[in-house]
């Protein structure tokens, strides 16, 4: 059992090499202080998050997930995180009709610079997701072998 | 109703030496739903049905058939999925020749076994008019409200008549009236807290078997053969029977068709677990409407949202923080 | 000797629930609009009118079972060394399958001639084969798709079951079938059927003879198997099919499985789960290529397995035993009893024209 746990969630990041990763470094290097339950995934553009890394990530556990990439007209590739807009705009209609509440999910533009920034956006996301404790788990559990179990006693066949 | 069939069979007489076929409904073995029926002679038009029970939705045929002439009947909301096609050209419009039909509401064949009990005695005809639909069995109506028995789709048909088509047959007309509709799924969960909505799909998602016939009668699912969820690399969903894994499935099908899908009500209509899996569908496209003031299925020129962006985006707001 | 039994129509739910205090009972129940089996409690709606919408054959073979369990450590001294400890999870659950009609029961007999079949047995299927007592109910109202009396079957028949309920006015009379199905019987409060057992025999006369007709649809392996390189003939059938699964996985007869090893981190399961001809990767090679590569193929290895290939190998049973269920779920409604017919008749024309 991790020393942290019952103080930290679990929080995901997608974070766009070409900005938010390295405000998030920017951050580091200023010796900001900020919540450490986020778990960073870097990847080259925001455009290249598929929605479904976050509803995979929810599905599999996750208390919050947060997309962070470059300021709109300032992506790497020109329009990559104009697409990502759309699209996480439109995930946010799909979580809560699943039962994820929309307060996990959030997606913001920092840049490399922007350690400040960073932090408050790390603290203020985790704040957000602290308020609404650990996501509800399924009834029959997450983990393989439990959810094997349980399906022997209940499910319909 | 009985005119329109005449006439549609005219028509489909006079076209089909241009073509290589024509795709319409036939009777099925099963008395309350009709099935597909691919004409290639003139002797096979004869067996065209056409009346509510007529559910399938035939345009997810045309992208297999690419590069044929191929003829198609369609009713208001297959019409809105023959646009979708266009639009990402998956199909080309010179192949196709389109006879349109304006549609009184499709029948749940479920549902209506359910109402009407044993029909060993034969169904000989179905129709709707105004409030009812009405069975003729053995020569006997049965009359039964249009809410208990029509497919969910058509409580909220937004044009019953095919709007695209190269032939247009019958009378226009409006979307069927269904008075008294139960709450759809959406509204349920509207009403339910976050964590009882999981467990809603958690218990809808236990009883799906994994045979994706929602996939497969889904008119805009193009991969068809390389779906996602049979895919070991990338592995989305794993094979456990988790109601979890279901649910992910669920989540990459209504993702993949978002701004695309026409809630032609396929994907629900084919489960054979009744699960209203539409539900997803209809969300996205409620948040479509509003962020892009867009509906899949009414222009063939337009894009779908997804395909493209806005520099500035009217309808979105940046975060604060 | 074999006795039979009565129980009365308010007696049943409470001797259920009685036995499901000890073993797993599973029946037809109503979940979420639809009739399926599912283990019996006292919340459940037991719903025996009609078949139910999937067939009884994930009691003896899950949609998905954990073959076995794993658990990667890292090895004690050397910090590069894996462990791998496996566990064994075989079934071990008694169970009895209440309310399967005699097609779900006759359809165990298809999987019994694989996975019990002499020169190989499936531990996971036996076991399980062996803790279940299967219980069939005769059909008393056979739905338009229902066509059992074509297969070699009938709504009273007793293949597969250990033990036949025959609904008659106030109850239902209990018949054992097998050694098995008394021994279990024996043991339970039941009152002795005295007289019933005419009445129950006539219910099952009655309603054999009101099953629509129609020629069988055994004896075709020949000609089925003829038309195998017949293209335009599977083409045309497979048509509308849209190479769904639904067929096949509520289909009583259909055994096929695929396995995958699930992996979380250090722990995983080695799953089987249901696998249907109709999909493209049922045949897939690692390569990229695929033996059946459209659905016509595909079809005519559902039909001639189901026809020819399975009664070819298994003394001339047929691998379908008429209960319908993928002729009502087929989302564009195919129907295998057509598709039967016409391959024979096909056969014997171009028979006849090769004799010309």
């Known amino acids: ?157 | 109703m009985a005119s329109s069939i005449d006439d549609l069979k005219t028509e489909i007489k006079k076209a089909l030496p241009g073509l290589d076929m024509v795709i319409a409904w036939a009777a099925g073995p099963d008395p309350l739903s009709h099935t597909p029926l691919f004409i290639t002679e003139e002797a096979d038009v004869e067996r065209i049905e056409w009346d509510p029970r007529c559910s399938q939705n035939l345009a997810g045929y045309l992208p297999g058939l690419r590069g044929k002439k191929v003829g198609i009947v369609v009713k208001g909301c297959d019409a809105r999925s023959l646009v979708e096609l266009l639009q990402e050209k998956l199909i080309d419009r010179e192949d196709v020749t389109i006879f349109g039909l304006h549609c009184t509401g499709a029948v749940d064949a479920r549902a209506a076994r359910k109402a009407l009990g044993s029909l060993r005695g034969g169904l000989e005809s179905v129709s709707v008019n105004g409030g009812t639909a009405s069975f003729s069995m053995s020569g006997e109506p049965r009359t039964l409200p249009l809410a208990e028995v029509l497919q969910k789709k058509c409580f909220t048909c937004t044009g019953a008549d095919a709007e695209v088509c190269d032939h247009f047959i019958g009378e226009h007309g409006e979307p069927p009236r269904v008075t008294e509709t139960p709450a759809t799924t959406l509204e349920e969960l509207e009403a339910m807290s976050m964590e009882e909505r999981l467990h809603f799909w958690e218990d809808q998602m236990s009883r799906c078997i994994r045979c994706y016939a929602c996939r497969s009668a889904c008119p805009l699912c193009v991969c068809q053969d390389h779906c996602a969820a049979q895919s070991r690399e990338p592995h989305w969903v794993d094979q456990t029977d988790h109601p979890r894994e279901k649910l992910m499935f669920q989540a990459i099908h209504a993702l993949h068709t978002a701004g695309r899908c026409t809630e032609c009500g396929e994907c629900e209509r084919a489960c054979p677990m009744g699960l209203p899996i539409m539900t997803l569908k209809q969300a996205l496209n409620r948040s479509i409407q509003d962020l892009f003031d867009y509906r899949a299925g009414t222009d063939p020129d337009q894009a779908p949202p997804l395909f493209e962006f806005r520099e500035e985006e009217k309808n979105i707001k940046e975060r604060e923080w | 000797m074999l006795t039979a039994r009565y129980i009365a129509d308010d007696k049943l739910m409470p001797w259920l629930l009685s036995l499901a205090e000890t073993r797993q009972v599973l029946a037809p129940v109503r979940q979420g609009g639809q009739t399926l089996f599912a283990p019996l409690d006292a919340d459940s709606q037991l719903d025996l009118e009609g078949l139910a919408d999937a067939s009884a054959k994930a009691a003896l073979l899950p949609r998905c079972e954990t073959l076995l369990e794993f658990h990667y450590s890292k090895g004690e001294g050397v910090p590069s060394r894996t462990e791998l400890e496996v566990r064994e999870t075989l079934p071990d659950r008694d169970a009895f399958l209440f309310g399967a009609r005699p097609c779900d029961a006759k359809g165990f007999t298809v999987f019994d001639r694989v996975y019990d079949g002499g020169s190989r047995r499936d531990i996971y299927y036996c076991t399980r084969r062996d803790k279940t007592i299967v219980a069939a109910l005769a059909c008393t109202d056979p739905a338009d798709t229902c066509f059992c009396n074509r297969v070699g079957g009938g709504p009273g028949d007793t293949d597969g079951s250990d033990i036949l309920f025959t609904p008659v006015e106030g109850g239902y009379v209990i018949e054992p079938v097998t050694e098995r199905g008394e021994a279990f019987l024996a043991e339970q409060p039941l009152v002795e059927a005295e007289g019933r057992l005419e009445e129950a025999r006539q219910v099952r006369k009655d309603v054999a003879e009101s099953m629509p007709g129609g020629d069988p649809l055994g004896g075709a392996q020949g000609e089925v198997l003829r038309l195998f390189d017949d293209q335009e003939f599977w083409g045309g059938v497979a048509a509308k099919c849209l190479s769904c699964g639904a067929c096949s996985y509520l289909c009583p007869t259909c055994y096929c499985f695929n396995m995958t090893d699930e992996i979380n981190g250090d722990d995983g399961v080695r799953v089987r789960t249901w696998d249907n001809c109709m999909s493209f990767q049922f045949t897939l090679e690692g390569s990229g290529h695929n033996p059946r590569n459209g659905k016509a193929q595909r079809m005519r290895n559902r039909i001639g397995h189901k026809f020819s290939y399975y009664p070819e190998l298994h003394d001339g049973n047929l691998a379908c035993v008429g209960c319908g269920r993928c002729i009502v779920h087929c989302p564009v409604s195919m129907d295998v009893r057509a598709i039967v017919a016409q391959a024979r008749d096909r056969a014997l024309a171009k028979q006849e024209h090769a004799n010309d």
């Open chain 1, 1 to 157: 059992m991790s020393v942290n746990e019952g103080k930290e969630l679990r929080i995901i990041g997608f974070l766009c090499n070409w900005c938010s990763y390295a405000g998030a470094d920017t951050a580091g290097v200023g010796r900001f202080a900020q919540p450490t339950d986020l778990r960073i995934v870097r990847l080259p553009c925001t455009g290249r998050i598929n929605p479904l890394f976050i509803v995979r990530a929810f599905m599999n556990g996750a208390d919050g997930v947060l997309v962070s990439g470059c300021h709109p007209r300032d992506c790497h590739y020109s329009e990559g995180n104009f697409y990502a807009r759309r699209r996480l705009e439109v995930l946010k209609a799909l979580l809560p009709v699943i039962g994820v509440d929309p307060g996990r999910f959030e997606y913001t533009w920092v840049s490399a610079s922007e350690g400040q920034r960073w932090r408050s956006v790390v603290t203020s996301f985790t704040e957000q997701v602290h308020a609404l404790g650990p996501m509800p788990g399924f009834k029959s559990g997450t983990s393989l072998d439990m959810c094997l179990c349980h399906m022997d006693q209940t499910q319909a066949l």
